[in-house]
C-alpha cells in the first residue's frame, strides 16, 4: 500500500451516543453524556475478530482493577455494546500540552500521579503495555487516570493469563531481543518517556521519525547504548534515565524519586 494512502473509517453512533470524540483503527470513542463515553467497535458488519478479543480482555482488565483514583472508572458492558468508561472532561495529556504551557510543579504532580497509577496496576498483576501521554487522560480537576488496558495480566509465576496485545511506540519501548516480551521494567521504560514528554513538551529525539525505518534503528541503538536525551530539569533527568536504563525494579521506587524532585526544586 502506498505511503500516502489514506484510509477512510465509516464510524456508527449506537444508541445513546451523542457524538464521537475519537477514532483508532478499530475503536471509536463516542460520548454518552457529561460523564461516560462508550469505547465501542467501529465496524458495526463484520467486526475484527482480534479487535473483539482485545476488547474483551481490556473489560476483564478493568474488572480486575476495580475502582482507584489513579484509573479510569469502568462502567459496565461488552464486545458487542461497547465498554462505557468514565468521561475525562481534559482530554489526553497529550492534548491538553499542545494548548497550555502547565507548570513546573503541574508537570511535576502530573508525572508522580502516572507513577503513581503503573504502581497500583503492577501490584495486581497487570502490565499496560502501552503507557503514554495519549493514554494518560485529565479529569475535571488536572488529575491523571490511566486509560485504555488492552495489556496484560499475569499470573502469580509471571505467565500471562490475558493478553490484549498492546505495544508501545518504539520511542517508549525497551529494547529487548523478544519485542513481545513484557514485564514491568518494561512499562516504567514506557513511563519514562511519558514523563519526558511531560516535562519537554515533546516526545523523544522528535528529530528521529519512529515510522521510518532508518530512524527506528537508530532509536533503538541510542536506547541500547545510553545515548539518553537531556531534560531542562536535571532533577526529574535522573528519573527518566533510571527508567530507561531499567534501573528500577517498581514503580513505587519512581514515585519515591518524583517526591523528592519536588522537594529538590522546591528548596532551590
Request: include cysteine; proline fraction near 4%; hydrophobic fraction near 35%.
Amino acid at each position: 500500500m502506498p505511503a500516502d494512502t489514506i484510509i477512510e473509517i465509516t464510524a456508527h453512533c449506537p444508541l445513546g451516543v451523542t457524538e464521537i470524540l475519537a477514532t483508532s483503527f478499530d475503536y471509536c470513542i463516542g460520548r454518552i453524556d457529561h460523564e461516560t463515553v462508550l469505547k465501542y467497535l467501529h465496524k458495526k458488519q463484520s467486526p475484527d475478530i482480534e479487535a473483539q478479543e482485545n476488547l474483551a480482555v481490556e473489560a476483564q482488565i478493568y474488572t480486575i482493577l476495580g475502582h482507584h483514583h489513579r484509573i479510569i472508572s469502568f462502567k459496565g458492558g461488552n464486545v458487542l455494546q461497547g465498554l462505557r468508561l468514565e468521561f475525562a472532561t481534559n482530554g489526553s495529556v497529550a492534548k491538553y500540552l499542545k494548548l497550555h504551557d502547565p507548570s513546573m510543579l503541574q508537570k511535576l504532580s502530573w508525572s508522580q500521579q502516572a507513577a503513581e497509577g503503573t504502581a497500583y496496576i503492577h501490584a495486581l498483576n497487570v502490565l499496560h503495555c502501552d503507557l503514554n501521554v495519549n493514554n494518560l487522560l485529565l479529569d475535571n480537576d488536572l488529575n491523571i487516570k490511566l486509560a485504555d488496558f488492552q495489556g496484560r495480566y499475569l499470573a502469580a509465576d509471571g505467565s500471562v493469563l490475558l493478553n490484549g496485545r498492546s505495544s508501545e511506540n518504539v520511542k517508549s519501548s525497551m529494547p529487548r531481543s523478544d519485542p513481545n516480551y513484557a514485564d514491568k521494567k518494561t512499562d516504567i521504560f514506557a513511563l519514562g518517556s511519558a514523563i519526558y514528554y511531560i516535562m519537554e513538551g515533546h516526545e523523544p529525539f522528535p528529530e528521529l521519525n519512529s515510522l521510518d525505518d532508518n530512524d527506528e534503528s537508530e532509536i533503538i541503538r541510542r536506547y541500547t547504548s545510553g545515548c539518553f536525551p537531556p531534560l531542562s530539569s536535571h532533577w526529574v533527568g535522573d528519573v527518566v534515565h533510571k527508567c530507561w536504563s531499567g534501573s528500577y525494579e517498581s514503580a513505587m521506587k519512581v514515585v519515591e524519586d518524583l517526591k523528592k524532585a519536588v522537594e529538590m526544586i522546591q528548596s532551590e
